[in-house]
């Protein structure tokens, strides 16, 4: 019954490797979101995509990108890891048409890079 | 750029005591939401606020939007253990968040 769901809960890799980390969504949204939040708890929003549109924040590097497989999934491709890129990573979903963009969230992802 | 400032960063307090937490920014937003994250789990939506002036209450949680729909603020009445958690306001159509209020009640 997992709104928003995400695996790995825990990933742990090398520098220089290449990782994807998979959210599904059974809410019925139509827009997904990716989010990294840092060791200091603060939440930044990676990407918004929906069916149509991808909008990607100009701070995040080109290694990482999303793949959308259908409207109820958006997986976060890594590549070339980085000591930097260890946070928690977030899914999470909203109907568009809500004009208050409220998000549901997924339990998170911790990548850890060495 | 919109940026919203939370206030206090920490807050540690005894059951039963009553406490607000700030969430204030120079902008003017379309409305506010504000979040509970507990750790090792994502963020729960707690309430969205819209009209300026706006209050919403959650059980003993008491959510207000400001007049010029520029700041929120947050009370807590008889604070519980239960309510421990990094607080979170968000907003914009860029869908920006403050960088939480992390709350502790001692029991």
């Known amino acids: 019954d997992t709104a928003v769901s995400q695996t790995p809960k825990y990933l742990v890799t090398q520098m220089g490797n290449d990782k994807s980390i998979k959210c599904e969504q059974n809410l019925g949204h139509d827009t997904m979101y990716w989010y990294k939040q840092d060791s200091k708890k603060f939440l930044k929003i990676m990407f918004s995509?929906?069916?149509?549109?991808?909008?990607i924040n100009e701070t995040v590097p080109n290694r990482f990108s999303p793949k959308s497989p259908d409207k109820a999934h958006l997986n976060l491709h890594i590549n070339s890891l980085e000591l930097g890129d260890s946070a928690v990573y977030f899914c999470a979903s909203s109907h568009r048409q809500s004009f208050h963009n409220e998000q549901f969230f997924g339990p998170g992802t911790r990548l850890t890079v060495l | 750029t919109q940026l919203l400032e939370q206030s206090p960063q920490f807050l540690s307090i005894q059951e039963g005591e009553n406490l607000t937490v700030y969430c204030n920014s120079s902008s003017v937003f379309s409305s506010l939401q504000w979040y509970r994250q507990e750790p090792g789990e994502g963020p729960v939506l707690l309430v969205t606020?819209?009209?300026?002036?706006e209050v919403k209450k959650l059980k003993r949680l008491t959510f207000q939007f400001g007049d010029a729909r520029k700041d929120s603020s947050l009370h807590i009445t008889a604070a519980q253990p239960g309510d421990t958690g990094l607080y979170l306001c968000?907003?914009?159509?860029?869908?920006?968040f403050g960088k939480g209020t992390r709350l502790h009640i001692l029991p």
């Open positions: 995509y929906n069916n149509k549109e991808l909008i």
């Open positions: 606020v819209v009209t300026g002036g």
């Open positions: 968000a907003g914009g159509s860029d869908i920006i």
